[in-house]
């Protein structure tokens, strides 16, 4: 499982990459196709392991190294918050969290290192 947790987060970093391309050319980026993509690649490791808590450490994953890894692909902050997110994943995060991205990542970075220890146990 240690391997689905590396692979996942290099998948991340990649579509990170991506997304910040598109963002720097002036595209948009279609979250809801993204969330397909993300969720039947998830749905599928279940499938594998039939483990809630990998599933949940990847859900993490996916909020701590793609979003700073866009951040950052962008020039911006590591622990930058939009002032207009656009996904609804990000807009619930900003209601509760606000503009501090520093805790924001810090919650997410507790809950998956739990999860991830949880997961290898």
């Known amino acids: 499982m240690i391997l689905t947790l590396i692979l996942f987060t290099l998948l ?45 450490a990847l859900l993490f994953n996916r909020l701590l190294f793609f979003n700073i890894g866009l951040s950052l692909f962008r020039g911006l902050p590591a622990f930058y918050i939009s002032p207009k997110p656009a996904s609804v994943i990000d807009k619930i995060a900003k209601s509760i969290f606000g503009k501090n991205g520093w805790l924001m990542y810090l919650v997410y970075a507790v809950i998956f290192t739990g999860l991830t220890i949880k997961t290898l146990l």
């Open 12 to 56: 991340n970093l990649i579509l990170a990459a991506f997304d910040a391309s598109r963002i720097k050319k002036g595209k948009t980026i279609n979250h809801f196709i993204n969330a397909v993509i993300y969720t039947a690649l998830v749905a599928g490791t279940y499938f594998l392991f039939h483990n809630w808590f990998l599933i949940a």
